[in-house]
């Protein structure tokens, strides 16, 4: 009798078409989240898995490689669903090959911001570096009215963000014949050596009419430099990520522009995606063919915004 309730119960749960499906569980190897930056991306990654009823579970690389390989094997050993990358170096080996063995184990890969370095990644969300890249180029070269003497500060040597954004910056700066690149330098994405980089190179040029930096943090170390050698005040200085030092130096009148990112959109997209995947339904992404040494990717790219003394009080909080 007992045996017929249950039969009787399970044939009642398959006409209902009630699952007991088991709970996703998205896991996130993280750059780091103690960077403003990188915690909007965990928020983003939070929210949306909240709303959609999905766990995570977050490691934090704190900027180390060889740790955020590790972060990734205890993602494959606890049998995540699907995880979610934001490589060290945009681009590297390492987390190239963390990214492959998770595929390898049958566990979906998303980048979320940067590259990973492999071609077995689905996708990519990030905010579209070029484009920023070109503004921040027309910014400067409209500024200066076509003519003047340029510094960049660059990312880490083979960041592709970095490739990305001053290749986009480039791009426009080539078609001023007036603009004079004095130099494009290391700055590996720090204040401290924005600073140093920006001492050292205005010993070498000292007339500089305008800087250009792939992120904030390396622009407001360039600020300093040119503010302790009484050149801010005539100096064009662009950042990107547009954070929140950033736009209170905008307000401030030291930075004269930064590039907007999406960080939180990023993450949020990226848990979005991640579900469409595990579903198999389809989802819209470019292809992204560029000399990377792994070939191809495929990328959703959220548009950049310019953000100046002109908007920037709608961007503070």
């Not at 959609?52 to 579970?57: A, Q």
């Not at 500089?208 to 360039?222: K, R, S």
């Not at 990107?240 to 030092?245: K, N, R």
């Amino acid at each position: 009798m007992r045996f017929r309730a249950i039969l009787v119960t399970l044939l009642v749960i398959a006409m209902l078409g009630v699952t007991f499906a088991a709970k996703i569980t998205i896991g996130y190897a993280a750059r780091n989240l103690f960077n403003p930056y990188w915690i909007a991306v965990e928020k983003g990654i939070k929210d949306a898995a909240e709303k959609y009823g999905v766990d995570v579970i977050l490691y934090d690389a704190r900027n180390d490689p060889a740790t955020q390989r590790n972060n990734v094997e205890d993602l494959i050993q606890a049998k995540v669903d699907i995880i979610l990358i934001t490589s060290i170096v945009t681009g590297s080996r390492d987390s190239g090959a963390a990214a492959d063995e998770a595929v390898k184990a049958g566990i979906p890969v998303i980048g979320v911001d940067t590259s990973c370095g492999s071609s077995r990644v689905a996708v990519t969300t990030r905010t579209d570096n070029v484009l920023g890249g070109r503004l921040a180029g027309e910014f400067i070269a409209k500024t200066l009215n076509g003519e003047g003497k340029v510094i960049v500060l660059e990312g880490p040597a083979g960041d592709t963000n970095s490739a990305l954004r001053v290749g986009g910056f480039m791009e426009v700066i080539k078609q001023y014949s007036g603009i004079e690149v004095l130099a494009s330098q290391p700055a590996d994405w720090s204040r401290e050596k924005g600073l140093g980089v920006m001492e050292n190179l205005l010993q070498t040029f000292p007339d500089v009419d305008a800087v250009f930096a792939a992120n904030d943090e390396m622009a407001l170390g360039a600020i300093e430099a040119l503010k302790a050698a009484k050149k801010l005040e005539n100096t064009i200085v662009v950042g990107f990520d547009a954070t929140s030092d950033a736009l209170k130096a905008i307000k401030r009148g030291e930075m004269t522009a930064s590039i907007q990112q999406h960080p939180y959109e990023e993450g949020y997209m990226a848990v979005e995606i991640a579900l469409k995947i595990l579903k198999g339904e389809p989802f819209e992404s470019k292809v992204v063919m560029r000399p990377w040494p792994w070939g191809i990717e495929h990328a959703i790219e959220i548009p950049a915004t310019l953000i100046t003394a002109e908007n920037v009080d709608e961007y503070l909080e």
